[in-house]
Each structure stands twice: as structure tokens, then as C-alpha cells.
């Protein structure tokens, strides 16, 4: 809206920007009663996060053999009892749902595990990293069957391809 549009109808209230404010809410705090509240936080719960509360964890089991961050997570679809995840460890573990142990550790990767699935029966396993490597496992053998190096681009369009060819 132009200035010429705005009319002394138009205006309901008009509110003064105090310039000291940050002075006037350091002054108001002397008068706060902290008595009895933790305000040092030195000494953290071990299950609190930096800048998060405290959440009610509800889970059922946790895997924590990977070390960072996880980047992906699939379940074995013929039965889902085993999860396939990769992360930026550069490692892709099999694991049980149940109870968190360990089938197979995916060992060889350069980069990140971005990628990973099970085969549509749950035979084979497939993990792929960021640079480009994309390894396949026999899951009856726990044996890799195959690699396959290609751009860290043509990874996706692999993975995608080995994914629904196998199921």
C-alpha cells in the first residue's frame, strides 16, 4: 500500500519503539526471584541434548554400533526381522530388529553409506556409498557377491535399478 493510500481512518493504534528496551529488560531482571532454578547447567543428564529437553523415549531397542550420523535404514521385506543401515562411519551393518546383533558387518566402503535395501525375497542386501561404490551381499553366505564402482552420481540410478529388478 502507497502512503497516499494510508488514511488517519485507517490507523487504530499507534505503538512508540522504545530504543532502550535490551536496558530496560537487563533492569527487570535484578527484581526475578532464581531462587531454587539451576542457571549454571554445567553438569548435563546423560540423556539430554544440548538445546533440547528431555523426551520420553518410548523404543523398543536401539542400534548403536554405527559411529555419526545413520543416513538410511531398510527392513528385509519377506520377513522383518533384520534392518540394513549405512552411515557416515563408512560402514553398513545387518543387524536384528529384536535385539540389536550384529548379522553381518558390511566392511569396505571409502565414503558415507547413503544407500541401502534388501532384495524383494531378502537374499541379498545391497549398501552404496557416496563415492560411488555399491556393494552386494548374499545374505545366506554373508558374503559379498559383487562390486560395482561407478560416478558418485550414477549411484542412485544403480541402486534404483538393482532395487526393483530384485523385486
Known amino acids: 500500500m502507497a502512503d497516499e493510500d494510508l ?16 536496558e530496560d529488560v537487563a ?15 554445567e553438569e548435563m543428564d546423560s540423556n539430554e541434548i544440548e538445546g533440547e ?12 554400533k554405527h559411529k555419526g550420523s545413520v543416513f538410511c535404514v ?8 533384520l534392518a540394513v543401515s549405512g552411515g557416515e562411519d563408512d560402514m553398513a551393518y545387518v543387524w536384528k530388529i529384536t535385539d540389536g546383533g550384529i548379522v ?4 569396505g566402503h571409502t565414503d558415507s553409506v547413503t ?3 534388501f532384495s524383494h525375497d531378502s537374499v541379498y542386501a545391497a549398501t552404496a556409498d557416496m563415492s560411488g561404490l555399491i556393494k552386494v551381499w548374499k ?13 558418485d552420481l550414477e549411484v542412485l ?9 530384485v523385486q
Do not use: Q, Y
Open 7 to 22: 488514511n488517519s481512518d485507517d490507523i487504530i493504534e499507534i505503538i512508540e519503539l522504545d530504543d532502550n528496551l535490551n
Open 27 to 41: 533492569a527487570n531482571m535484578d527484581d526475578m526471584d532464581l531462587e531454587g532454578v539451576d542457571i549454571d547447567n
Open 53 to 64: 529437553t528431555n523426551a520420553n523415549d518410548d523404543a523398543d531397542g536401539v542400534f548403536r
Open 74 to 81: 531398510r527392513t528385509d521385506p519377506s520377513s522383518s526381522h
Open 104 to 107: 553381518l558387518e558390511c566392511k
Open 115 to 117: 544407500a541401502c535395501s
Open 139 to 151: 545374505m545366506g553366505t554373508k558374503e559379498e557377491v559383487t562390486t560395482l564402482e561407478c560416478g
Open 157 to 165: 540410478l544403480h541402486m534404483h535399478a538393482w532395487v526393483n529388478h
